[in-house]
């Protein structure tokens, strides 16, 4: 019995490291590879609210910023059929925002510099997101 709930949670954390080094990893090659837009969406606020994240002592409205473009892009994506942004990768950076923000929240009062970096890693994942949104609709207009 004991050796098994042994087992069960060596699995949950190796699974769990495992998940936030994929999306790690996911996230620096996505950025690396798109070299982050120099005219920012203005769209979206995902942008602005990682160069506010620097100097703002208030982090509620940087991350109430960030729920609205993250509903705004999941609304696009379940509702717009040309996008293809359902890759196992963006499932995976989606479920990473939803654990950042779950983090967030967690440690916002704790710890405000973990909820700031968990704040940090939400605006990249949506800026990434955004990104591959542009590039898939830029595509299409081209051809």
Known sequence: MVTSVFII???VVLFVYWLRYSCVILLRSAQQRA????VADE???????LERLKTEADLAPLERALERDYYVLTYLIEHAADLELASIENKLLVLDY????LWSRLTRTVAPQQSRKA????ASVLSVLVGQMGESSHLQMEA
């Open 98 to 101: 939803k654990l950042m923000r």
């Open 119 to 122: 704040l940090s890693e939400m």
């Open 9 to 11: 949670a060596i699995s």
């Open 43 to 49: 769209r979206f606020s995902a942008f602005s609210v």
């Open 35 to 38: 070299e982050m837009p120099t």
